[in-house]
């Protein structure tokens, strides 16, 4: 059996492609180049949004790539329970597509906000398996990285997504002194309700190389690798550490 | 029939909008005092074609509801007018 | 009596001696067009026409240069088939009269240089100069400057991993806006110009043409026919760093697929300069056709369409047989594609519009210019720079006697506090430090390291300057600044390898201005020969003055090298256990340092005697710990003496939830260690027990080393930040207030937390 | 009296608008022919006290030339209205 194929989108001004392509293939998958104007996913088993600045993040970050050929095919994979993951730019994209619940609004700051956060992982998913409660350290950098889930409240999200990572302190305690961005309940990052399609702001596949010192994105990395060989450990509850 | 239509983009009631808190905040040293529920978002004029005032605002509200705006955190206001807007100019 | 009006060439900025000459090359008057390209190709700015007698002292070859000044970029060899790419330029007058798209439109110019090269644009790096940040204009420039260079770098995807920020009134009317640019190319990849035969295409790609950045040529309109054009002749440029991303990336395909001969930028003067340029370096003619020219607004004039600056275009050379291919790249990434004519065998430029021949020139006059020796004379007395600066002294006995009258906390906290040596934190978190997956080490401490993939090596780069030495005495500072921005470089365990400088300066036709500008040139020359590094190009901004004011001479430098193994590079977390070492020599030397300015709210005396020999042994010193693989955290010692090193190492301790002390021995007062700002020195944190091979290495490179204090792990829990002690005197400072004076003072003065 | 006053911040004519050519090229894609001139620029609604229209119109013009526009690169239209505008909404 060969390694499993993810494809990584690449939408004109996406900017994190190859390093995301690079993360894949260190954690031991094959990473797909998905062009945006193709409406074909060439047979990947998972597909990866990348970040960066999709069409100059003009209008809303995410709102003109949403509607590229290649979303359509993205969506029915979607809807098929295939794993789809949005990073920073990817997920803002996922948002506006509806594939996600909520919205990514400008910084509280209203800066570019560049720095490495810890961020608590509350779910088990796809891209998450057995991470449940482990706390990673992780960078970001956006502007529109504000979540807002779609009623308002995080209550809202119930029936329509969950909660995957929330910003917090070093020992994975969310408290609103760390929130770098204003985001609700400092929400980071969430699933789909079905829960295979999920989104985050922060960079895993920035955290993901040996060479570079940054290794906490690489088991997020692992979870999908398992996943796709269909070894994902079973959702247990880690405890928090 | 060439039509000017703007369309102006707001963050929803009840959404904190920093951006208008930031303006609200500095426009009192600034020797602007009483002014109040400062919001901001976005304005855009656009040029299209049609046949009545009514088809082409209709084309415009789809346009501004589908793409122009983001339903989850935003709201919006469609009108016809002139090449950039009336009212006072600077 | 009555006023003659201006003649057109003067408004144009040429002078009365140019216009002969151009009448000369001639033979008859120029016509319109003619006109504005000559004015744009022999500006100060395209033609470095004050600047190029004096730049020839600088070492500009040598081993790891392929390719020196002259070129887009300067271009080193690292072995092992990969070249770099280098180059700093300046921004400084559109960041003033608007400055999110001024800074923005001064990264996307440079970014385009490196592309030039055939190179893709790895890293930028800032450097910028403001007033004093109690106005709220000053604060206004540096939040815009620092959004536009933000908004740019980050949405065209290259990471901002370093810069500097320094401030002083003489800035408050012209900030400084300095960006450089590196980029990585396989050695197969160069694109040198001069290739090219007659009847190669010539091809314009990426953005349409507007009106952008030609207001000052709005002159040149006729009456009758560009009335109306007039109010919509903006001379600010707008920029578009989504266009920029696409334009690279069709740009380096093309070149991948060995489709172009000629690559060049297009910057100030637009499609004149860049295509002169072009065929000047092919020794050639070229043809063009300005209806072809995409336009943005209906109805440009041919010379507008020669002039404007509109960004994020380049034009190429491509073969006919590889223009359908090349066509197609572009056209998948979403870039305008023009062919706008071709290279001829004349000599001559010439351009059509709606036939006509509207120039016809020799193309190396145009393209090379005049060159000045305009008149040079050292100031006597103070310098016009320093008009309005309170003269300061510099002598040890009387900086003590004023020190004598503070405490010395409160010394320690205004150090550490400046401006100049506060954290720019605000300004790198607003910066993109991860995109292209090879930061290794992103701003914060010293210089940042890229990692050069599959190679295990990595490249350490740095940018600064010191206008306070360069105040005081313009050769020393440039030797100054080369000097720190090597030794940042090597702070990481790297060899510096290149520079590129940035000369910022008042205007060419003041003669002490032009003293200052050949003194720094050689001080630069002078130190880079020291330290064996070659300059591989850089960019001269005169006329840096409003009204009377004139800006210290601002020579920077930026610095590029290379780190042999990644696991040699130099930590940036100081952890419990380790002892610091102060290396290299400490002597009472004060002039343009931070404490004569707090202690006297001025400037005067010499800056630190520059030490070619003792800075070049510490550089290999610092190398030779990278070679070794010692774990160690560095910091250099510059600005603000060894008390702004202390502080920068225990900040970086917090972490770990350890502070620093230091032990100030009795042989020189606690404010000569503390303050002076001798060169060639640097902190060293390591581990006990690595302790005798690093003063092994030391006396190897016949440095003085002393152990100075140690990391201690008290940290949080009994309040250990930064202690200094001279018996019986000691300062403590808490982790907090440690962070507060180094952290807190940027955002506070913007007036935004951080 | 109390007003609603909103301000239409656009790009000067002449000014490179990322923005609008953007949202611009991005339309027909989504099945929106034929609009042209697409710009895209701010939109600010506050509210203040004052005597006349007359009145505020002027302070909150001089509000957008000094702090809510650019005068460099921007141009800008100042009008009294409803507190979200007048107009279609969604
Ligand atoms: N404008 C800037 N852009 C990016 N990084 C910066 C900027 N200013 C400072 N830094 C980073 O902050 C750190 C300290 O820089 P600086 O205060 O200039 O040091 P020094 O005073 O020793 O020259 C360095 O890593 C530097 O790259
Ligand atoms: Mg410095």
């Known amino acids: 059996m060969g390694r499993p194929k993810v494809g990584v989108v690449v939408f004109p001004g996406s900017l994190d492609d190859r ?223 | 029939m060439r039509y000017v239509v703007h369309v102006d983009v707001l963050p929803k009631e009840g959404i904190l909008d920093p951006q208008g808190k930031a303006v609200e905040e500095a426009l009192p040293a600034l020797g602007f005092s009483g002014v109040e529920k400062v919001r901001v978002g976005k304005h855009i004029v656009l040029e299209m074609d049609g046949n009545s005032a009514e088809e082409v605002l209709a084309r415009a509200e789809e346009m501004a509801r589908k793409f122009l705006s983001n339903p989850v955190i935003e709201e919006f206001r469609v009108r016809l007018g002139g090449a950039a807007g009336e009212g006072r100019s600077g | 009596m009555t006023i003659e009006p201006r003649p057109l060439y003067e408004e144009l900025g040429l002078t009365a001696e140019e216009y002969g000459d151009i009448l000369r090359l001639l033979g008859r008057e120029p016509s319109r067009e003619e006109l504005a390209v000559f004015s744009l190709a022999w500006s100060e700015h395209c033609s470095y026409k004050s600047s190029r007698v004096h730049l020839a002292v600088l070492p500009t070859s040598g081993p790891p240069l392929v390719v020196g000044p002259g070129e887009n970029a300067g271009v080193l060899d690292v072995g092992g088939g990969l070249l770099l790419a280098f180059k700093v330029e300046s921004h400084n007058h559109p960041s003033f009269v608007e400055p999110v798209s001024g800074a923005a439109t001064g990264v996307g110019g440079i970014i385009r240089d490196i592309l030039a090269m055939g190179a893709r644009p790895i890293a930028l790096l800032d450097s910028l100069r403001f007033g004093p940040l109690d106005s709220a204009r000053n604060r206004y420039l540096m939040r815009g400057v620092v959004e536009g260079i933000s908004w740019y770098g980050n949405c065209v995807g290259i990471p901002t991993v370093g810069g500097e920020v320094d401030f002083a009134p003489c800035y408050s009317t012209n900030p400084l806006v300095n960006v450089a640019c590196l980029g990585i190319l396989p050695r197969e990849g160069l694109i040198l110009s001069g290739r090219g035969e007659p009847g190669d295409p010539v091809v314009l790609l990426g953005s349409k043409t507007g009106r952008d950045g030609i207001g000052g040529a709005s002159v040149l309109a006729s009456k009758e026919f560009d009335e109306e054009a007039e109010a919509k002749r903006p001379s600010v440029q707008v920029g578009d760093p989504f266009a920029e991303k696409l334009l690279i990336e069709a740009c380096l395909e093309m070149r991948e697929k060995g489709l172009l001969k000629g690559l060049q930028d297009l910057g100030a003067g637009g499609i004149s300069t860049a295509t002169a340029e072009l065929a000047s370096k092919a020794g050639l003619g070229i043809e063009l056709h300005l209806d072809r020219v995409p336009l943005r607004e209906p109805g440009m004039a041919a010379w507008e369409i020669l002039i404007s600056e509109s960004q994020e275009r380049m ?286 709210g001025g400037l005067g005396g010499s800056p630190p005697a520059p030490q070619a020999e003792a800075e070049a042994s510490l550089l290999g010193f ?111 400072l808490r982790p907090e207030e440690l962070s507060e004076a180094l952290e807190g003072t940027i955002p506070k003065l913007l007036g935004s937390p951080g």
């Open chain 1, 19 to 241: 390093d995301a392509a690079r993360a894949l293939h260190l954690s031991g998958m094959e990473p797909v180049l998905l062009w945006h104007a193709e409406r074909d996913l060439a047979g990947v088993d998972a597909v990866v949004l990348p970040g960066g600045f999709s069409y100059g993040d003009y209008l809303r970050a995410g709102a003109i790539a949403r509607f590229a050929p290649v979303m359509e095919k993205v969506a029915e994979f979607a809807q098929a329970g295939h794993p789809v993951l949005g990073i920073c730019n990817g997920f803002q994209i996922l948002c506006e597509a509806g594939l996600l619940p909520g919205a990514l609004a400008r910084n509280s700051s209203l800066r570019f906000i560049c720095r490495e956060v810890w961020v608590r992982v509350e779910e088990e998913t796809p891209f998450t398996a057995g991470l449940k409660g482990r706390v990673l350290r992780l960078p970001i950098k956006h502007s529109q990285g504000r979540y807002l889930p779609p009623g308002g409240s995080e209550e809202s999200l119930a029936g329509v997504g969950k909660v995957i990572f929330r910003y917090a302190d070093s020992l994975g305690e969310a408290r609103p002194e760390v929130n770098p961005n204003g985001s609700v309940g400092n929400i980071a990052g969430v699933a789909s309700a079905a829960g295979n399609v999920v989104g985050l702001m922060p960079h895993p596949e920035h955290a993901a190389d040996p060479e570079l010192g940054r290794t906490d994105g690489l088991p997020i990395f692992s979870s999908l690798l398992a996943h796709l060989e269909g070894k994902a450990p079973l959702a247990e509850a880690a405890l928090p550490r």
């Open chain 3, 622 to 732: 610092l190398a030779e710990l990278g070679n070794l693989e010692i774990p160690r955290v560095v910091v250099d010692i510059s600005a603000g003496g060894m008390a702004t090193a202390l502080a920068r190492l225990a900040l970086t301790a917090r972490g770990a939830g350890a502070g620093v002390r230091a032990t100030l021995g009795p042989e020189l007062e606690p404010e000569v260690w503390l303050y002076s700002e001798s060169g060639a020195r640097a902190l060293v944190a390591v581990e006990a027990s690595h302790l005798d091979r690093v003063e092994e290495v030391a006396s190897r490179f016949s440095l003085p080393i002393r152990r100075i204090g140690e990391v201690s792990g008290r940290g949080p829990v009994s309040g250990l930040g930064l202690e200094v002690e001279f018996p019986p005197t000691r300062v403590l």
């Open chain 3, 315 to 600: 034009v190429a050379v491509v073969e006919e047989e590889k223009l359908r291919e090349a066509e197609a790249i572009a056209t998948r990434w979403g870039v305008g594609f023009t062919v706008l004519g071709k290279l001829a065998q004349k000599g001559r430029y010439r351009a059509f519009f709606k036939g006509k021949q509207v120039t016809d020139l020799p193309v190396r006059e145009l393209a090379e210019g005049p060159t000045y020796r305009r008149p040079a004379r050292e100031p006597e007395g103070r310098p016009i720079w320093l008009a309005g600066v309170p003269a300061a002294p510099d002598a040890p006995d009387e900086i003590l006697a004023a020190a004598g009258k503070h405490s010395a906390r409160d010394i320690l906290v205004r150090v550490i506090s400046h401006p100049a040596v506060a954290s720019k934190r605000w300004v790198y978190e607003q910066y993109d430090q991860y995109v292209l997956h090879n930061t290794l080490r992103p701003a914060g401490l010293e210089a940042a390291i890229l990692r050069l993939e599959e190679t295990g090596r990595g490249v350490a780069l740095a940018i600064d300057s010191n206008s306070r030495y360069a105040a005081l005495d313009p050769f020393v500072g440039g030797a100054l600044a080369v000097f720190e921005a090597a030794r940042k470089v090597a702070s990481t365990g790297a060899r510096p390898l290149a520079l590129t400088d940035c000369l910022n300066f008042g205007s060419p036709e003041r003669p002490e201005v032009m003293w200052a500008f050949r003194r720094a040139v050689e001080g630069i020359a002078w130190a880079a020969r020291a330290i064996g590094t070659p300059v591989a190009g850089g960019n001269v901004s005169f006329y840096n003055e409003t009204g009377e004011r004139v800006i210290y001479p601002t020579p920077v430098v930026a610095a590029v090298g290379i780190i042999q193994r990644l696991r040699g590079a130099a930590g940036t977390s100081c952890r419990p256990g380790q002892v610091i070492l102060l290396v290299g020599e400490t002597r009472p030397e004060f002039g343009g340092s931070l404490l004569q300015e707090i202690l006297f």
